[in-house]
């Protein structure tokens, strides 16, 4: 399931100014296929500006979302590598790849939550993602 969800849905970036522009980037497969809307993109910034970080799942994994109702077609997922990383804060190491989750409704993500927490839950296979080159690289290991 994740990595159906994930399939043409991979960027690999050198650097990005900042994690709200880190978001921004990683929606940009999810709204050009119309999957999700730009207010749902606004609404997991504004959440993270309202209740910090919390979406960094481990040292550098991030997985920004938001509510169904806030602009989601169709439940999907999105990642940005960033070699370079990114702070969410000043507390947290750089984040490297962030996981973009739309789901649209409270049980359909369900299945790739078990596939992300699977794949992360190694450790070799996040240290060979950040080291990753390109997409297909990516969605090999996956």
Not at 35 to 57: D, S
Request: proline fraction near 4%; include cysteine.
């Amino acid at each position: 399931m994740l990595k159906r969800m994930l399939e043409e849905n991979i960027q690999v970036i050198k650097e990005i100014e900042s994690w709200e522009e880190a978001i921004s980037c990683a929606s940009k497969p999810l709204l050009e296929k119309k999957l999700i809307e730009t207010k749902y993109v606004e609404a997991m910034i504004q959440n993270i500006r309202e209740l910090g970080p919390y979406v960094v799942l481990m040292p550098g994994v991030a997985m920004p979302h938001s509510r169904p109702e806030h602009g989601v077609n169709e439940t999907s997922m999105s990642l940005l590598k960033i070699d370079d990383g990114v702070s969410f804060s000043e507390r947290k190491e750089d984040v490297k790849l962030v996981f973009i989750l739309a789901a649209k409704d409270s049980t359909s993500h369900m299945d790739a939550i078990v596939g992300l927490t699977d794949l992360l839950e190694c450790e070799d296979r996040v240290r060979m993602l950040t080291e990753a080159k390109n997409s297909d690289e990516i969605y090999s290991i996956i």
